[in-house]
């Protein structure tokens, strides 16, 4: 097998930037990827209804940073998409995040600004200083009103754990509006890829240095590329030391079971997304993709999800026990050379897609001591 610079393990986020950023300087990198597809858990592809669908769920684009908005654009052309997601909660549909529409529809209140709005939660909410777990930082913030409808339940649903069994951290990026905005993010940046998502990462991909090998496992061939100057792993941390289960336990993961129909309507919901915050359904949400970009087609396709805990991992369960097993695999990981864990999966952390992107730029900058922005391809 020929030398290779740089071996990248998955084409999502944390690789392909890396596996761009590298090609650039000149060095020949390799991706080996085990699914059939590039751009990770934002592949989309036109579906059988002649709609631009995501394989595993919504992916929708924000950011603060400039750096990340420019690298972006580079490959992709945008639009822009302000994303607002609804919940049905008992009777009433809902805007998520809370705001003062929220509140009124729900407890018949009155108010009217956001002074009025600031006064009903500190009225409701629970004096907790220092939140110890995600039901206390809810509680804190809205009350046990807002939380046993909106957030209890939901959370069990998501993580199969309630509030009470998670890290603070899992609710408090949640936010809560004091006046009437209903976009989800307030980001400056809210757009998403025309041509979507899979288009943009061909495009970052697309480079004679780059090369990617799909459906391959990795510890299935690991052995046939060795001679690497680097190697960077974004699967799930605990598998690269599966060697090392006698000792170390396994991570916890939830994984997500996509239901997909076809409805024949023009739509199926007033809303690209709906959340049921209940118990009186299984599934999380429905995404109605059509929605997105203004798609045109005589029928509609709508994507139940359901978390679950086996298939492929989506999200790291934050909590003290699987941070003190983590904390024992980067212990691991740490003792290597040449070998770095980026990503979600890697890192067992929480990233939204704006962070993957900055989290591989830094890591790049890092390791090649750069001293200027090396965010622009070359030209």
Same mark, same amino acid.
């Given at each position: ?211 990617? !090998?799909?459906?391959?496992? #990795? *510890?299935?061939?690991?052995?046939? $590329?060795? &001679?690497?100057?680097? /190697? =960077? ?5 605990d598998r690269f030391f599966?060697?090392k289960h006698s000792l ?45 970009g203004n798609q045109k ?47 979600? !999966?890697?890192?067992?952390? #929480? *990233?939204?897609?704006?962070?993957? $992107?900055? &989290?591989?730029?830094? /890591? =790049? ?15």
């Amino acid at each position: 097998m020929k030398d290779i610079d740089i071996l990248i393990i998955g084409a999502g986020i944390s690789g392909s930037v890396l596996a761009e950023r590298y090609a650039n300087i000149g060095k020949k990198v390799l991706i080996i990827e085990k699914r059939n597809h590039i751009a990770g858990n934002c592949y989309d592809y036109i579906d059988e209804n002649g709609i631009l669908v995501s394989k595993y769920g919504a992916h929708l684009f924000h950011t603060n940073e400039e750096s990340v908005w420019k690298y972006v654009n580079q490959f992709s052309e945008w639009y822009p998409w302000e994303h607002k997601v609804v919940a049905r909660v008992d009777t009433k549909t809902v805007p998520i995040p809370v705001n003062i529409t929220t509140v009124n529809e729900l407890f018949d209140a009155k108010i009217t600004n956001e002074e009025e709005m600031k006064e009903w939660l500190e009225k409701h909410r629970s004096p907790i200083a220092t939140p110890s777990n995600g039901e206390e930082a809810v509680l804190s913030r809205v009350g046990p009103h807002l939380y046993e409808k909106m957030f209890k339940h939901y959370t069990k649903k998501q993580w199969d754990k309630y509030p009470s069994e998670l890290d603070a951290s899992v609710l408090e990026r949640i936010p809560v509006r004091t006046n009437y905005d209903d976009r989800y993010f307030s980001d400056v940046y809210q757009a998403l890829p025309k041509g979507g998502y899979t288009q943009l990462f061909e495009n970052i991909l697309n480079h004679p240095n780059i090369e990617v !090998l799909l459906e391959t496992d #990795y *510890f299935d061939v690991k052995d046939d $590329f060795t &001679n690497y100057g680097k /190697l =960077f792993y974004t699967g799930p941390v605990d598998r690269f030391f599966a060697f090392k289960h006698s000792l170390l336990e396994k991570l916890e993961y939830r994984s997500i079971n996509f239901v997909s129909e076809t409805i024949d309507a023009e739509f199926y919901q007033e809303n690209s997304v709906v959340n049921y915050p209940g118990m009186e359904v299984d599934f999380t949400r429905i995404i109605e993709y059509k929605h997105f970009g203004n798609q045109k087609s005589e029928k509609t396709t709508i994507v139940k999800e359901f978390t679950v805990d086996e298939g492929e991992p989506y999200y790291p369960v934050p909590n003290p026990r699987n941070q003190e097993i983590y904390t024992k695999y980067k212990a691991e990981a740490d003792q290597l050379v040449d070998v770095y864990f980026v990503g979600r !999966l890697a890192n067992y952390k #929480y *990233f939204n897609m704006d962070q993957a $992107f900055k &989290n591989a730029f830094d /890591l =790049f900058d890092a390791l090649e001591k750069t001293t200027k922005s090396t965010y622009k391809t070359a030209v």
